[in-house]
């Protein structure tokens, strides 16, 4: 199934294998069980995906059961967290908000590979480009993305991909 948007400059696909529910009047995708939505070179996985088609934004979580709880797996990570593809660049995280048309997004208890380093952080925000601002992280060369054993610890971090980290 597919959409194209008068905001954006290409066709927004999505897909899930459990359902899609569409809120005509509010103009909102609800998409759950192995939720993608593409576009360009972006993807964005996860077991829940909301998709606002007036603001262009999607956000998009795990599992949670019926008390309101994450639900994990056997490793410790939540059941289908988000993941955001953009470029090659990977990131694993508890929610991810993003706006297509912008290109800019707030990713919450996020980890991602840059370099031979590995980046934790409790929020990131995505700047145009690839920029990324991280509050409250981690930075590590330790490959134990749960719990690394040995990291420095940063309040801010400002990642220019492919460049450099400040």
């Known amino acids: 199934t597919s959409n194209n948007s008068s ?4 066709k927004v696909e999505y897909e899930a294998s459990d359902s899609i529910s569409v809120d005509v009047k509010n ?8 939720a993608v ?15 606002n088609m ?14 309101g709880r994450i639900v994990l797996d ?11 593809t953009d470029a090659q660049k990977d990131f694993n995280a508890k929610e991810i908000t993003y706006n297509f048309e912008t ?16 980046i934790h952080a409790s929020i990131a925000k995505k700047d145009t480009g690839d920029v990324y601002y991280i509050k409250n992280g981690k930075y590590t060369t330790c ?3 749960l719990h690394p ?16 980290i400040i």
């Open 54 to 67: 007036i603001d262009n934004i999607a956000y998009s979580r795990g599992v949670i059961d019926s008390a």
């Open 103 to 118: 290109k800019k997004g707030k990713i919450r208890e996020v980890t991602t590979k840059e370099g031979e380093a590995f």
């Open 143 to 145: 490959n134990n993305n």
């Open 74 to 84: 056997s490793t410790g990570r939540q059941v289908g967290e988000p993941v955001f």
């Open 149 to 164: 054993h040995f990291y420095l610890n940063v309040s801010k971090l400002k990642i220019i991909r492919d460049d450099k």
């Open 27 to 34: 103009q909102k995708l609800y998409l759950y069980g192995n």
């Open 37 to 51: 939505v593409h576009y360009e070179t972006m993807v964005l996985k996860a077991a829940y995906i909301e998709f």
């Open 7 to 10: 905001a954006i400059k290409s």
